[in-house]
């Protein structure tokens, strides 16, 4: 039986018999705040998602053998299955926001293609819009280049569309816009609705942690109620990208939510021992408004892969290292080793570059952590192709 006792220290809280861990006859005293954490998570996996996981799994088992159910059957445990994975992405959500909200922020930010991420979105709440008879019109960049963490934006743009759907009357429209401000130094998002609007003495309101029960998004929805649970900790997340989170909105008109995000160029590092190619490739590269980082050899490319860290928000280091394999001295493949054995290197995506039509060489990259191979001589739309999946400009990534 779990028992709790004090410590001597107010903020700390010894849990005995369930999350204090014992070394040596020893208690770990376990603050507060992380065992208050600990156990909602704990309730979150246990208690909801590995139930509904369960549950979903035993209604795709029966599904599978609909042939021998009425249609009516069908239908009901189709219904069912709907549900059971709604709840459950509702439960990946709680879990993701309680952690953020709780255990700091920290995005793990890369560079993704911008119509991946709103469609993604979209599609878990075209059930919810479709019920309150709402359409959402998606207007997206061509070629829309994001640097974030996909997770923690894409629960805030889930909050920003799910409040215009409640708030908006049946046939309304809720409106999605994702482009590069002008001047390209900033990446705008905004989310539109035409509820009855929000009066200006509450707009204030809105993103403060005290306002979050009271406020709204927006009035004038068939459900008129408090829906801004969630937008104190949305404009936590664009903060902590670097970004803002603003409204602005008009009475009998309705609202509009805008994130601006930082806009940074991709740093490609391009190792090669022919100053020629380097600078065929670098020419290649400068359609894609990247910045490109040269080394000649690969303990040069080490070097710069060390020196290349920026702040967060800004981008990484360096996003892409593209080398040849044939190069005196470290070879193209012991400079790929060097990065995925280094943890502040390993996640950074490696284009190898090869004269050698070998499948066997291929076969070494691949298991060794190469990203894609590029044969030389490099035709031109083929690379950048490959080179804009990794860098998020086309689907994929």
């Given amino acids: 039986m779990s028992r709790c006792e004090k410590s001597s220290e107010s903020e700390a809280t010894v849990f005995a018999g369930s999350l204090a861990i014992e070394t040596d006859e020893d208690v770990q005293v376990i603050s507060e705040g992380e065992a208050r954490m600990d156990r909602i998570n ?25 042939v021998t159910l009425r249609p009516d059957q069908a239908a009901l445990i189709q219904r069912a299955y709907s549900i059971t994975q709604s709840l ?13 909200n709780h255990a700091g922020l920290s995005p793990n930010s890369r560079f993704m293609y911008g119509r991946e991420l709103v469609n993604a979105t979209i599609a878990e709440l075209e059930s919810q819009a479709k019920w309150r008879q709402v359409t959402i019109v998606a207007k997206v960049m061509d070629d829309l280049r994001l ?34 401000e002008e001047g390209e130094s900033k990446i705008l998002l905004s989310v ?28 004038g929805g068939r459900r008129k109620r408090g829906t801004s649970l ?17 409204v602005e909105s008009a009475v009998g008109v309705g609202s509009v939510f805008r994130i601006r995000l930082p806009n ?25 408004n990247v910045e490109i980082i040269k080394a000649r050899n690969g303990p040069l490319a080490l070097v710069a892969l060390g020196e290349g860290a920026r702040d967060s928000t800004g981008g990484s280091g360096i996003d892409l290292v593209i080398t040849d394999i ?44 190469a990203a894609d191979f590029v044969m030389k001589p490099i035709h031109p739309p083929d690379f950048l192709l490959c080179i804009r999946r990794l860098m998020g400009c086309v689907p994929g990534f």
Avoid: C
Avoid at 152 to 172: D, F, M, P, W, Y
Avoid at 341 to 349: E, S
């Fill in 326 to 369: 044939a190069m005196p001295g470290m070879n193209g493949f012991e400079l790929l080793e060097q990065i995925v054995q280094d943890p502040l290197t390993a996640a950074i995506p490696v284009v190898l570059l090869t004269g050698e039509a070998s499948m066997a060489q291929r076969v070494k990259g691949f298991r060794m952590g």
């Fill in 88 to 100: 459950n992405r509702s439960s990946q959500r709680l879990f993701h926001l309680y952690g953020a």
């Fill in 147 to 180: 640097y974030v963490d996909p997770v923690l934006l894409k629960e805030v743009l889930h909050e920003l569309l799910l409040n215009a759907i409640n708030v908006s009357q049946a046939q309304g429209q809720v409106t999605l816009e994702a482009a590069v």
């Fill in 42 to 66: 704990s309730l979150i996996l246990n208690d909801l998602q590995s139930p509904l996981t369960a549950m979903t799994g035993l209604l795709d088992l029966v599904l599978r053998e609909a």
């Fill in 192 to 219: 539109r609705d035409q509820g009855s609007g929000i009066p200006a003495v509450e707009l204030d309101e809105l993103f403060k942690e005290k306002g979050a029960v009271t406020g709204k998004s927006s009035f």
């Fill in 264 to 288: 940074p160029r991709p740093r490609i590092l391009v190792v090669d021992d022919q100053q020629m190619d380097i600078d065929y490739l670098a020419m290649i590269l400068d359609s894609l």
């Fill in 230 to 246: 969630g937008l104190p900790l949305s404009s936590r997340i664009v903060q902590a990208h670097g970004g803002t989170l603003e």
